[in-house]
């Protein structure tokens, strides 16, 4: 309107103005327009109303997608500072955590990393503590789906930063040039919304922004030649990991009988030898649970209990991530009726009549999640590519990733293949690695700019995506990601150019967890330093496989020798000659004092007690304090340090 010299910028009065003379001719309407402008404003007529229609809105963060790291980076973006809105598809918050049903956290209970830590504090406080939702014996921690969604909600909507837009349907990316500047969306009406931004965020379940933004992208398995990973994987392909449509049962009591129509095609075999009280097929593999066992494997609070059960459970294999919106919900019925197929089986091969689909969860027809479990989809071509080389061997291995580590997570690799079976590997359940941290730079597209991407579209390998797609992680890289697009916004640039210890920095004051060290947490008063040190490589952590929760220890209460700390000097600054304090004695804080002084070129300090041994948690403190070779130091987005 400005174009045509009217001072009003809301269309939708001027609409009015302009209905009340076309059809109304009251003389208050004709007063409230200057008789110059009418002529104007009618010729205007169909241009306002289509603008109007469009809707255009402009913010500086524009999250797509209120999946499990979506909704992270639009919360923490509005903490940051940054103008955010949400856009999300469905009328829930918290994708596979709530919409999806997965509520049953894999990983990370050792780690009370970050907004990952405040959720599950949230969930604690709902049931009444911790022991209250470690109900089920795959997860300490258990939930009802849509407690998960109020829960994200009210912490979205105490953010006076944000905006949520629900049932905003993504349909493609503005884009000038190389750089995304926002989306166009439908609402449940059809209308669309035009939404501008500085930065973009991909919070979408299969990566369909980053896709639409022209951004590189794998999709399916590489080949070890490609990754470096020597895990078996010896041809490059399309394959998936298999999709799960969850369902929540609830135990409506003794002598109910809930039992669902008998579905289409039904065949008990189908599910033969999910457990031990129902396999006949010998040459089927052998289960190690019975039926009621299979249950509880994710009994949820309040008599419910989580169906995802694996191997011939409600898996299905169905590679839809490339199809249209259209044919993605068709191929999705195939995923639905294998679940009610299930349930049918539970109900009447096992005689669990009683448990029923929830009546009190979603707000579907069919009582089933809003949206399918999506275990893969598409992965951008990052900066970085983060493998299980990194993850085995971090200070070795390739580029010193971990010095750019943003989130952390702690399940075995675990891919879903049990449903492909012929084309799919199957070594690669529960595979071993040691706890881990993920590196800045899998989040920032290597040609796109304008674009964040946070859920499992993360610049890793197919073979690490079986543990990076974890919920707690998942939440964990999507509040990076919410660090970093405000950093981006604040300063007027582009993510690839923001300084990795500015986001590292910011995330520990948010009590986010760097590097996963199992034996210092947040409450500890050395935590932060210790984190600041450890992405420096001057002291490093020791990584294990261990069943379920992997780890890394920093040993904070250890002795060092003198030998070791000088080798981790070295690897931070070469230039500075330590070699004739390298002793194979431990160190004393004599020894550490010295060190640290001739590090900056000063006098030791004396001290009292300076026979004792130090430990390493004193160590990182002193260092932090003394040399502060976090900040020292710039760091670029392979982990290499910038001269």
Known sequence: MRAIGFKDKEPRRVLHLIIKIRYEGTAEATRMINSKHIVLLMLSCCACITAVAQRKVTTQVLVIGGGTGGTAAGIQSARSGAATIIAEATPWLGGMLSSAGVSAIDGNHNLPSGLWNEFREKIYNVYGGPEKVATGWVSHTQFEPHVADSILKRMAAAEKNLQVLYKCRFVSVLKTGKKVTGAVFKDSTGKELRISATVVVDGTELGDVLAKAGAAYDLGMEAGSITGETVGITQTNRIVQDLT?????????????????????????????????????????????????????????????????????????????EMSDAQREKELVKAKETTLRFIYFVQQELGFKHLGLADDEYPTKDLLPLIPYHREGRRVKGLVRFTMRHIDDPYHYGDPLYRTAISVGDYPIDHHHKKNRKEAPQHLEFYPIPSFGVPLGV?????????????????????????????????????????????????????????????????????????????????????????????????????????????????????????????????????????????????????????????????PAATADGHRLISRRELAVLIDNKINPFNSKKVSFTGRWIK
């Not at 095609?265 to 030898?273: G, K, L, Q, T």
């Not at 129902?278 to 009621?292: F, G, I, L, W």
């Not at 210092?520 to 450890?534: E, H, K, L, S």
């Not at 004695?585 to 020894?591: E, G, S, Y």
Request: overall charge neutral; glycine content about 6%; hydrophobic content about 40%.
């Open 245 to 321: 449509y969850a369902a929540i049962l609830k135990d409506y009591g003794a002598g109910a009988d809930k039992t669902i129509a008998r579905p289409a095609n039904y065949d008990p075999m189908e599910f033969d030898c999910s457990n031990t009280s129902y396999c006949h097929d010998t040459t089927r593999e052998k289960p190690s649970v019975d039926a009621a066992k299979m249950l509880e494997y994710a009994q949820l609070p309040h008599h419910k209990y989580l169906i995802n059960w694996p191997k011939y459970g409600n898996d299905t294999y169905l590679n839809i991530v």
């Open 443 to 603: 989040m920032i597209p290597e040609k796109t700019e304008g674009l964040i991407v946070a859920e499992k579209g993360i610049s890793v390998s197919n073979v690490v995506n079986g543990t990076t797609r974890l919920q707690p992680c998942v939440l964990l890289t999507g509040q990076a990601a919410g660090v970093l697009a405000a950093l981006t916004v604040q300063q007027k640039t582009t993510p690839a150019k923001i300084d990795v210890r500015q986001v590292q920095a910011e995330l520990l004051k948010a009590k986010a967890y760097l590097l996963p060290y199992i034996d210092v947490n947040p409450t500890d008063t050395a935590f932060a330093a210790i984190q600041r040190i450890g992405v420096t490589g001057i002291l490093k952590g020791k990584g294990v496989p261990y069943k379920w929760a992997n780890q890394t220890w920093f040993y904070p209460d250890s002795a060092i020798t003198a030998a070791t700390l000088v080798e981790g000097f070295k690897d931070f600054n070469s230039t500075i000659d330590l070699a004739r304090f390298a002793s194979h004695q431990p160190l004393t804080v004599n020894d550490a004092n010295k060190i640290v002084a001739a590090y900056n070129n000063q006098t």
